[in-house]
């Protein structure tokens, strides 16, 4: 017999139909086709039978937090060979965030697409995806949820620890206090370069509890990896083990037909928002849960994020909320401890990716530095988590992280100074006679989904240079953009609705009175009803940003910030089945 030869048609036919069978399991004019030239990268015959398990990558040069995850597909490929599965690797939309502009918020949602419409078009029946880098987990994840495939999340892993003259750096953590360190002559641009090589020096995403960390968290605790799998940094050699167990996973889950929506189920949404509160998570976790949520058709509101998790303690002592950094917190035992830890405060049985419930993955957890992992009897604060702010200037909602907060602003009534846009920020904000003092709101405009277009990490903008160098640390800013996970300070966001569709916040003025209550989640703008009614009917709309091409489509169909910023047109899922052939 030729080794060419189909060596195990008969196993095939016994087994249940697996959706790649549409495409390679037919002996006619297209399953030659469909085989036939996959055959060009040397498959044997008998990988055409099996489960066909695609790689998602989003390895990109231009992501440089994911630019390790080519090697990792390798190694995954080892664990679904193992298993019996057929690897097959696909690229899509890589979202780099410190170099992407002017958002990669702008793109999460075409990288969704192109996700979903990747998944859904090929002769899939299982996914792993690789991810790291900020936007490269929900937009992935997001994506893979209208499909509904079995699925599996590889976390690519943080960087090691800044290091830098003899201290901690952790990543994003010196980007805001550059702006303050040059204004007060307290760094040459020679040392800037230093620092920059000190701060990044291994593969890997940001090592703080910064967004790409917090996503990575919150995919542990919605049951979507491997027990542990988000802590683990990427250079580590056990990272490169949990990818070829994944590898393995994702085969099995394809037999027993574990579907994302077995898994994320409301209870799994509710662990992730607990444990995104425990960790000191990123605020822009809020926006990203409810655009999975939307897909999968879990409901979830902006306001769950406060009645769930706004009672949570602080468990762990990681940047920006704390002192270490994910390194540390992977030697600590990681979030299997957390989860441990907050047993009483989950929903225990919730399903996980390993056929275990997520209490299940974690009762032999310990943790080996309670410096990192605190107890939830001695917690570092009794309370973290989200704050969601209602009142006239948000009358959707709005967003304030109050352990990144600084205590005495959290109830503060101030005077508004008002930027229009981010350009007029700029333009004004080190103006020697700008009329601005510490007790000042500062109020930015146009930075939401539609109005920037794409709701960029802009809200903890600079203080004005003057209140830097009177020594002023932190200052009540408002605005529709978010922050970046890395990033502190008395920062409202996420105003909903935005100020480029009309919301309050498009009719504040300079010298309006705002009055910020945290503990009473209200903000409210003191300008009576009348006054802005007027100001309403005088208010114009902003000129569209794009008139063409994908940045039109985002803008014309763009839900706002408290419904997840994803694309009304994208909501919901439409599952993996293809129902026009390719003749
Ligand atoms: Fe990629 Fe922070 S810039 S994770």
Known sequence: ????????????????????????????????????WMRNQGYPDDLFNRPVIGICNTWSELTPCNGHLREFAEIVKKGVLEAGGFPLE??????????????????????????????RAN????????TGCDKTTPSTVMGACSVDLPTIVVPGGPMLRGDYRGGFIGSGSFNW????????????????????????????HCNTMGTASSMASMVEALGLTLP??????????????????????????????LTLSKILTRQAFENAIVVNAAVGGSTNLIIHLLAIAGRIGVELTLEDFDKIGSKIPLLVNLMPSGKYLMEDFFYAGGLPVVLKELAERLHRNAITVNGKSISENCEAAECFNPEVIASMEKPWQPEAGIAV??????????????????????????RAVVFETMEDYHARIDDPDLDIDEDSVIVLKGVGPKG???????????????MILKGVKDMVRISDGRMSGTAYGTVVLHVSPESAIGGTLALVENGDMIELDVEARRLHLDVSEEV?????????????????GYVRIYVDHVEQADKGADLDILVGKSGSEVTRDLH
Request: glycine share 8%; with cysteine; hydrophobic share 40%.
């Open 532 to 548: 802005l009614r007027q100001r309403k009917v005088a208010w114009t709309a902003p000129e569209p940003m794009a008139t063409r």
């Open 228 to 257: 542990g799998a988000s802590a683990i940094p990427a250079v580590d050699a056990r990272k490169k083990t949990m990818a070829w167990l994944s590898g393995r996973r994702i085969v099995e889950m394809v037999k027993e037909d």
């Open 1 to 36: 017999m030729s080794i060419f030869a189909p060596l195990f048609l008969e196993t095939m036919e016994n087994e249940k139909q697996l959706r790649s069978r549409e495409w390679f399991g037919e002996n006619d004019k297209m399953g030659f086709v469909h085989r036939s």
């Open 177 to 204: 206090i550059i702006k303050e360190k040059q204004k007060t002559g307290g760094i040459t641009p020679e040392e800037l370069r230093h620092v920059e090589a000190c701060a990044a020096r291994s593969a890997g």
């Open 123 to 130: 002769p899939l029946d299982g996914v792993v995806l690789l």
């Open 452 to 466: 920037y277009p794409g709701m960029p990490e802009v809200g903890n903008v600079d203080l004005p240079e003057k």
């Open 389 to 414: 702010l209602k009142g006239n200037l948000c009358e959707n909602g709005a967003v304030i992280k109050p352990s990144a907060a600084t205590p005495h602003l959290m109830k503060h009534r101030g």
């Open 90 to 119: 696909f690229p899509v939309m890589s979202l780099g965030e410190t170099i992407m502009k002017p958002s990669t918020m702008l793109f999460r949602n075409l990288a969704s697409m192109d996700v979903e419409e990747s998944i």
